[in-house]
């Protein structure tokens, strides 16, 4: 069964630093890896979503790096801002399942 | 853009009562999925559905069941609703082939499920 972990749960910086969050799986024979975003009481809304064939994909601010031999994936948000402050998930796509992590939590301090 | 919403932004049921909970979609995707939320667990599968007619159980689907008559609508049902029941469920959707879910997910906005 395909574990996802996403460490660590919370993470705080102040305005302006580049955030690094990190996912990890435990099964490495993936269709894709996905990141989304929640807002508190909120769905999710898709970020980037990475092939088992690509290493990364880039979206504004955004990018997203999958190692796959590793079971590693990182997502990187430059220039945070308060903006930014949500929950980030990301999910790991193999036939019709995602298995999701739990989520690292982002506060930007103004 | 692709909507998905779902009937109920919060419900409050009791006890053994038999609920549904709607969710439709505009994009004519094929796979419509069923999600429940909860602290500490992070979104688990309950049941998915690839085609008008056809489901499939996902992690969790003991105490529900759902029903996809048509293409765009995804019905959850908890045929007797239970405290432990009590959860954010979440409704998805995707434009994907029965080999794999190669296209982004797309999320409504939640129901938040209390169960008294």
């Known amino acids: 069964k395909q574990e996802v972990t996403q460490i660590p749960a919370a993470l705080s910086v102040p305005e302006g630093e580049n955030l690094v969050l990190n996912c990890s799986f435990t099964?490495?024979?993936?269709?894709?890896l996905q990141w989304f975003r929640q807002d508190p009481g909120k769905g999710l809304t898709s970020l980037l979503l990475i092939q088992s064939s690509q290493r990364e994909q880039t979206s504004g601010r955004l990018n997203a790096s999958l190692d796959k031999s590793s079971g590693r994936s990182t997502l990187y948000i430059a220039a945070s801002q308060p903006g930014d402050s949500a929950t980030y998930l990301c999910a790991v796509g193999d036939d019709y399942k995602l298995s999701f992590g739990a989520g690292t939590t982002v506060t930007v301090r103004a | 853009d692709v909507k998905v919403t779902q009937s109920s932004r919060y419900l409050v049921k009791r006890t053994g009562e038999k609920v549904f909970l709607e969710c439709v979609q505009d994009m004519d995707h094929e796979n419509m999925f069923w999600y429940r939320q909860d602290p500490g667990l992070g979104l688990r599968l309950i049941y998915f559905?690839?085609?008008?007619?056809?489901?499939e159980k996902g992690d969790i689907p003991e105490g529900y069941s759902v029903s996809r008559e048509k293409k765009e609508r995804f019905s959850l049902i908890l045929e007797s609703a239970s405290t432990n029941q009590t959860s954010m469920y979440l409704c998805?959707?995707?434009?994907?082939?029965?080999?794999?879910?190669?296209?982004?997910?797309?999320f409504g906005s939640g129901t938040q499920l209390s169960v008294l």
């Open positions: 559905s690839y085609d008008v007619k056809m489901k």
């Open positions: 099964d490495s024979a993936i269709y894709n």
């Open positions: 998805a959707s995707s434009f994907g082939s029965r080999t794999g879910p190669n296209e982004k997910l797309f």
